[in-house]
């Protein structure tokens, strides 16, 4: 398992070398699956540390969609990323955003923020992973929505799903 980990972080570095290489990678990635879950992520965001373990055992009850974590810039290290994907068991692939080319054509603003794509690169869902987070720093002891889990069983299910987009709260994706 351990071993499997490595090579899928691997991956995800090595999955993108220039601009041109790395748009072209998140368009593959993409059309791998009918629909895909990105979590923008930083590994220092207090948040992203907390979320990360939900977001990897929701991949676990959606076999048929794509899950994957994004890493804007070039702030972290291997090493840092690694830390960060075992202390938090982080089960998706990472997919490192260098030039903030995914995120700025996805227009994502903070750590962590869920969206939710087509095949076609559609934008179905923008914003929180559920209400757990009243404010910056400010957590509920108990959630009611569960926005992203909502829109996977709508789409697994072929039904239509009424939220959209929720603002997303959390650390600031620095650009």
């Known amino acids: 398992m351990k071993i499997y980990k490595y090579i899928l972080i691997i991956f995800g570095f090595f999955i993108s070398c220039n601009s041109t ?3 072209s990678s998140f368009k593959n990635i993409i059309q791998k699956s009918d629909y895909s879950v990105f979590m923008f ?6 948040l992203c540390r907390t979320i990360s373990t939900p977001f990897s ?6 076999p048929t969609i794509q899950f994957m974590g994004i890493i804007s810039g070039k702030y972290y290290t291997p090493m840092e990323i690694n830390q960060f994907a075992t202390e938090t068991k982080f089960a998706g692939r990472l997919f490192r955003d260098y030039d903030y080319l995914v995120a700025h054509q996805l227009n994502a603003t903070v750590t962590p923020e869920f969206y939710v794509l087509n095949k076609k690169g559609d934008i179905l869902y923008q914003g929180m992973m559920d209400d757990r987070m009243e404010e910056l720093g400010i957590y509920k002891q108990q959630w009611k929505n569960h926005y992203l889990m909502d829109v996977l069983d709508a789409l ?6 009424k939220i ?3 603002k997303a709260i959390g650390c600031s994706l620095e650009y």
């Open 41 to 46: 992520l930083a590994p220092d965001c207090p």
């Open 164 to 166: 959209k987009k929720t």
């Open 21 to 23: 290489s790395q748009s």
């Open 57 to 62: 055992e929701l991949s676990k009850e959606y």
């Open 156 to 161: 697994v299910n072929n039904k239509p799903f």
